[in-house]
């Protein structure tokens, strides 16, 4: 009766309209959708038209990559002065680390990036890593300190640029996400004191601001040491980083231990499971699983929060970088030298943040509705 009704054959396949489907179909719905969307997308392409062409003409095609002096980035007409970070990468990069030996904190650099990089693939996720990390901690404080097979020894008050940035922020992470952890089961504990000292920790560390902590972990907590005892200036600095994070971590594990069902407790003490037992295998691989994003965001904060180490006379990158401006042949840069190191710092924070949003696609797959 169909093929009657079409003239003895079959109705031809309809697709549907161009404009709904494609390239044009999302832009109609996405950009055109409605008035108030087609006003926004027109200010948006004229902000843009306005804005990026000048930026990539000073940026790229009238700048300056290679110079001995500042001369030719002063010269009318000339763009953005790259020769001054060409010129002055090392600086930037590693600070008054001495010139000969800097291949040691790039190679110190490079196997702690990788020990993340490996980290970060759950086919190492095993009783091996810790050792492995154990082992590459102490490479990399031979590598930066010297004094042994035949490396001159470098104090840290040397240490700067990247370096001494990826070290205090990846050593930090590495301590205070456990503290952090213990701290996040002490305050939910059902001991009383363990309970109370957990909360008087967390309320305590976050009530004040970093800088205050490292300003006392350098400063202050010297004065109490007895007599002839010398503790570190970067070994404070590291610890009031690691027990300030901590604080920040044990209150995002505890959000996510609250939001685990009540069942899931009954369930693992029905199976007769010990304490950690429970949290091991059942409670905190879940808690964990929902706080990926602001995990990440806090490890994120921590890399750009070592900034905060020249008020006890480190100097990071950031302020590794601004050292170079002291050079009076250099000076007047101050755009370039703030753009390239705005750039190496969303490359690391850019990177945290899609590999937490590949990780947690990995980990929601199985629960996702």
Known sequence: MAEIAHGGGAAPAMRPPVIEIGVLGWVRKNLFGSVGSTLLTLIAVYFLATTIPPFLDWAIFRAVWSADTSAPCKVEGAGACWAFIADKHR???????????????????????????????????????????????????????????????????????????????????????PLGLALALGRRSHMPIIRWLSVAYIELIRGVPLITVLITASVIFPLFLPAGVNIDKLLRAQVGLILFEAAYIAEIVRGGLQAVPRGQHEAAEALGLSFLQKQRKIILPQALRMVIPPLVGNFIGLFKSTTLVVVIGLFDLLNSAKAALTDLNWRGFSIELYLF????????????????????????RGTRR
């Open 341 to 364: 190191t705005a750039a190496v710092y969303f490359v690391f924070c850019y990177s945290m943040s899609k590999y937490s949003q590949s990780l947690e696609r990995d980990l929601n």
């Open 91 to 177: 600086l930037i990069f590693f600070g008054t680390y001495p010139y000969a030996e800097q291949w040691r904190p790039l190679l110190a650099t490079a196997l702690l990036l990788a020990m993340v990089v490996a980290s970060c693939d759950r086919r190492f996720w095993n009783r091996w890593l810790a050792l492995w990390w154990v082992l590459g901690l102490v490479v990399c404080s031979v590598l930066m300190w010297g004094g042994v097979l035949g490396l001159t020894y470098v104090s840290n008050l040397d240490w700067g640029g990247l370096p001494l940035t990826i070290i205090m922020a990846v050593v930090g992470s590495v301590f205070a996400f």
